[in-house]
């Protein structure tokens, strides 16, 4: 075995680090400020599409739960908006407010069982492009 052998060390973690700070230093705090935000506010539209999963599930219990987790969507994605000019971004947030519109129109017209799959694409569509 060949116990003497060294590892070197990385050198793309030595260049990587000043890179990454320098694309910091040139785009401003505010980049990362709003990317920043974008990553909370996904978090909580997040939580709010766990909510709607679990209110549609008990709607015969609570019928206002389902309302009240959309209007809690619907509140953040207004928040991600207002703060970001990502071309993506913008277009997973107007496909999740699509989603959450059909969502809310079905239980709306008595649909009980709703199907939440878009909703659930459309918000980790919104993950996804917020963490890039």
Known sequence: MAANRRRRPRRTTAIAAPALLAALALTGCDTVDTALDCVRTADSIADGVTDLQQAVQNAANDPTRADEALNSIEKNLRS????????????????????????????????????????????GELTKVCTL
């Open 80 to 123: 991600i908006g207002d703060k970001t000019d990502n071309a993506d971004v913008d277009k997973a947030v107007d496909d999740l407010d699509k989603a959450v519109a059909r969502v809310r129109t079905a239980l709306k017209n008595g649909d009980r069982t709703p199907d939440l799959t878009p909703v659930t694409d459309a918000a």
